[in-house]
């Protein structure tokens, strides 16, 4: 099945809109198999570095195993900060190219969906999505979230309607970054292992923790066509990892300091971990206006509820591989990402000044953040005058 709808899936008013929007970024939908590489690749290098200058810092600072004092929990990077300022960059730097490498798993679900870039996706599981425990298929229900039929009810796993209020929800969300760790640690220390001890518990773990969801009443639906091999491969190499980090905290334990790795590596993968997973929290927060109350909507309501950033050039560090084009992302998900700034400039210079797509635009994160907090302040009192009435009556 493609991943895009075709155009007489739209029988609203977007339907003229979006034939010559087609038209118009119709060469655009192939995705360039050296750009993924190249992007991957240079900002895996990067990445990787700033990682193990910040490993090699503590090494040198803490004995392996169990420190000698308390604070030598502390990541020794955060010290060092003191004496040397640029120490902070290296750990930016990190997380930066943690949120991008991260959020191509986005790219590698759409690519997964159409089958393309194979090889592509077996390296970026390989090189960063197993060693980093989220490997692509706990995302490939993402396809859901672009169903007509699934788009913001209650079986979308990526849709919750905070946007409409209380403010206390908006909070609750963002507050789910505390949460994922916890979550991925449980998911492969424990769960992962003994979920192959029976089939009950393996479709069990497969239905209900093997999805980065915001929706936490979500069941994925295990179909039997799925590659189950390659599933239970990347989950126990995902397990592997997961017990590597407290396993060489004790070798240097065993060992007497002379292997492994000090105690106050696992405080420092969780900092290192911090500063993408809030990251991909408000970029998610600022990717739709969450207003939906759970029905069926129509494919102009969730073009309306999405939202174009198109902010300055630091907004692609909050926003990579695309996703500030969200709206443009709805409309056409087989767009790769290397090519939505190019789609977007093209219709705001080709299509008409009247056109839906404008709409559908904003100039900063700002914009959008304060009409998201407006509808959470608003809509519940709105509710609550529209109840009154009848609650009298």
């Not at 308390?70 to 020794?76: E, G, N």
């Not at 169903?147 to 908006?170: A, F, M, Q």
């Not at 084009?325 to 008409?352: C, D, E, K, V, W």
Request: glycine content about 6%; some cysteine; aromatic content about 16%.
């Amino acid at each position: 099945m493609s991943e895009d709808r075709t155009i007489t899936d739209h029988a609203d008013d977007m339907g003229p809109m979006m034939r010559e929007s087609r038209k118009i970024v119709d060469d655009l939908l192939q995705p360039k198999a050296w750009i993924f590489w190249t992007d991957f690749l240079v900002c895996l290098v990067v990445t990787y570095s700033c990682i193990l200058f910040l490993f090699q810092l503590e090494e040198a600072a803490y004995p392996k195993g169990l420190p000698d004092e308390w604070w030598q929990i502390v990541p020794a990077f955060i010290f060092d900060i003191g004496n040397r300022p640029w120490v902070l960059l290296v750990y930016l730097v990190a997380g930066f190219g943690l949120h991008r490498l991260a959020n191509f798993i986005h790219e590698v679900a759409h690519l997964n969906a159409r089958n393309s870039l194979k090889k592509f996706r077996i390296a970026w599981n390989l090189l960063f999505g197993i060693p980093s425990m989220m490997p692509s298929y706990f995302f490939e229900f993402h396809m859901g979230h672009h169903n007509n039929t699934i788009y913001g009810t209650h079986v979308d796993g990526e849709y919750l309607p905070i946007g409409r209020g209380p403010i206390k929800n908006v909070v609750f969300f963002l507050m789910q970054v505390f949460v994922q760790p916890t979550f991925v640690l449980f998911r492969f220390l424990v769960i992962a292992p003994i979920s192959f001890l029976t089939p009950k518990l393996r479709e069990w773990s497969l239905s209900t923790l093997s999805s980065f969801v915001f929706n936490f009443s979500y069941r994925r639906k295990i179909t039997g066509k799925e590659p189950r091999r390659w599933w239970a491969f990347m989950d126990v190499a995902c397990s592997i990892r997961a017990w590597l980090i407290p396993g060489l905290v004790v070798v240097g334990i065993v060992s007497g300091g002379a292997f492994g790795s000090p105690f106050c590596r696992i405080f420092t993968i969780l900092t290192l971990a911090a500063m993408p997973l809030s990251l991909h929290y408000f970029r998610s927060l600022t990717a739709h206006f969450w207003t939906n109350p759970g029905e069926r909507m129509s494919f102009r309501d969730q073009l309306y509820d999405s939202a174009d950033i198109v902010g300055n050039r630091f907004t692609e560090l909050i926003y990579p591989v695309g996703l500030r084009y969200h709206a443009l992302h709805h409309m056409f998900p087989s767009l790769p990402y290397h090519n939505l700034g190019i789609a977007h400039r093209r219709l705001m210079a080709q299509l008409p000044a009247d056109s839906p797509y404008r709409d559908l635009v904003y100039p900063s994160i700002y914009s959008v953040l304060k009409i998201l907090f407006r509808n959470a302040r608003t809509i519940p009192k709105q509710t609550e005058t529209q109840s009154s009435p009848a609650e009298a009556a």
